[in-house]
């Protein structure tokens, strides 16, 4: 979920659909404001944190220090971020909670191999459907390649990318762990009802 929060009353309406999102019943949001410096990142995240049920974990995009400032759930990696295996160390030598979570998206069977073997909690894959936040990445990944990785990945396996509230049993069906989106929760008129049916499609699969 990401909105720019460059003036006062968009970083409230941030904190907002956080507190909303966390309401409705998700199990974890992720912090992606890459245009905020760490200081700035993290006042964001202790607000956040301090705004929802403790059963909501909040993981930082990036920033493993910022995460390790704030006491965040978890630490997101992406293809340009530290290596899994230098935050893996980070973790360890300072002695972090051991339920600190690291995360990393990936967009091939091979680096989702590389992610499992340099020690990640769980991996992201996608985009798996057409969507304009993730065109960068070329084409939809597809449920096929999808169904390859949850086969060949032992960590829990996240897709992203153009999921709805009607796509998700699709996903679900891959026998991924869950499903990672901005724009459905963002559009949604109803927060409960949006992951209720969300939930009802993983229970059903």
Known sequence: MRLPVTRSGQKLALLGKISDVAAAGVDWIQLRE??????????LARQAISSIPRSCRVLINDRLDVARAVRAGGVHLGEESI????AKRFVRERGMDKDFLIGASVHSLEGARSAERDGADYIVFGPIFATSSKEIYGKPQGLEKL???CSEISIPVFAIGG?????????????????????????????????KQLRTSYQSS
């Open 34 to 43: 890459k245009d905020l410096n760490a200081t700035e990142l993290a006042a």
């Open 83 to 86: 290596p899994v295996q230098e």
């Open 147 to 149: 169904a390859d990785i």
């Open 163 to 195: 999921i709805t509230a009607e796509n998700a049993r699709e996903c679900y069906a891959q026998e991924v762990r869950g499903i990672c989106a901005i724009g459905v929760f963002q559009k949604a008129s109803d927060l409960a009802t949006v992951v």
